[in-house]
C-alpha cells in the first residue's frame, strides 16, 4: 500500500453563494468533504467575514484533531483564500479539477460547478515538436508497458488506470504521440507545468486538437484540413467514448521506440 493511500485528502470550495441572509447580505458558502463523502461539513459567512483566518477557524473545526495533508480546490476564485489559510496550519492546497465528490455534492445542492475559461491559446512556438500522430494503446499495455520504463516524467494516477475504471485489458486506449526531437524533454518539462486535464478533437475550420490544463487553461495543440487525419481523429474520440473518457499524451523525440520524454494518462471530465 503507497503512502498516498494513508494520507487524508480533502475536497473543498468557497463561493458567493445565491442566498442573502436575513439583512438582505451576500453570504459565502464553504463545503469540505472527502472522496467517499463520508465526511460533509458546510459552513457560512457574511462576506465582510470570508477571508482566510475565518477560513483556517472552520477547517480545524472540521478536522477535530487531525488536519487534512491535502485540500483540493476546483475553483479558481477560492484557490488563493485556501491558500492562504492552507499555509496558516501547514496544509498543502492541491489546485484540480478531479473533484468528483464535491462536484457531485454541488449538483445535489443546485450550485453551480461550472467554469468560466479563455479560449483555446497556441503551444509556444519555442516548444513545439517536429510532428505529431493518433494511436492506439491496450488497456493492458497502459497498465504495463511504462510503469516499468525509465520515463522521466510519468503520470499514471491509480484512480486513471484502466483496470480501476473497469475495462478489460483489450480494450484501445486512444491517444496522441508527439515527436519532440530536440525540444522534446523541453516539451515534456513543459507540460508538466502545466499540468494536463484531457486532449481533445475540436471539429472546425480548421480542425483542431485542444489540451485543457491545470483548472482552465486551453492550448491548441495542433490544427489541421487534412481528410485522412480528421477521420483519425473522429475515430479518436469515437474510442474516448468506449473507453470511459481514458486517453494518453505521450512525448519521445523520434519514432524509434527507445526513449521517452512524458507520458500522461488523461480523461475527459464529462
Not at 519532440?180 to 523541453?186: I, K, L, V
Not at 486535464?197 to 484540413?225: C, H, K, M, Q, S
Amino acid at each position: 500500500m503507497s503512502y498516498a493511500e494513508f494520507m487524508k485528502i480533502w475536497q473543498a470550495d468557497f463561493y458567493r453563494s445565491p442566498q442573502l441572509d436575513t439583512a438582505g447580505q451576500n453570504v459565502w458558502e464553504l463545503l469540505i468533504c472527502d472522496a467517499t463523502r463520508n465526511l460533509e461539513y458546510v459552513a457560512t459567512c457574511p462576506q465582510k467575514e470570508a477571508n482566510s483566518t475565518w477560513l483556517s477557524a472552520q477547517i480545524q473545526l472540521a478536522a477535530g484533531e487531525q488536519l487534512p495533508d491535502i485540500i483540493q480546490i476546483f475553483r479558481p476564485q477560492s484557490l488563493s483564500l485556501i491558500e492562504a489559510a492552507g499555509r496558516n496550519l501547514g496544509i498543502a492546497v492541491e489546485p484540480t479539477r478531479r473533484t468528483l465528490a464535491l462536484k457531485q455534492w454541488l449538483q445535489e445542492k443546485q450550485s453551480s460547478t461550472t467554469i468560466d475559461k479563455p479560449p483555446p491559446v497556441p503551444l509556444p512556438e519555442n516548444l513545439w515538436g517536429e510532428q505529431w500522430r493518433f494511436a492506439t494503446l491496450s488497456a493492458f499495455d497502459v497498465e504495463t508497458a511504462f510503469s516499468d520504463r525509465p520515463i522521466p516524467i510519468l503520470h499514471l494516477p491509480e484512480s486513471l488506470k484502466p483496470l480501476n475504471l473497469g475495462l478489460s485489458s483489450t480494450t484501445p486506449i486512444p491517444g496522441v504521440v508527439i515527436y519532440g526531437g530536440r525540444q522534446s524533454m523541453r516539451l515534456a518539462r513543459w507540460l508538466h507545468e502545466a499540468r494536463p486535464v484531457e486532449l481533445n478533437y475540436v471539429a472546425g475550420a480548421p480542425d483542431g486538437l485542444v489540451l485543457e490544463a491545470g483548472l482552465v487553461d486551453r492550448w491548441i495543440v495542433a490544427t489541421f484540413e487534412d481528410a485522412e487525419v480528421a477521420a483519425a481523429a473522429k475515430l479518436y474520440r469515437q474510442r474516448q467514448q468506449l473507453s470511459h473518457g481514458l486517453h494518453f499524451l505521450l512525448v519521445q523525440p523520434d519514432d524509434s521506440g527507445m526513449t521517452y520524454s512524458g507520458f500522461w494518462l488523461l480523461q475527459t471530465e464529462d
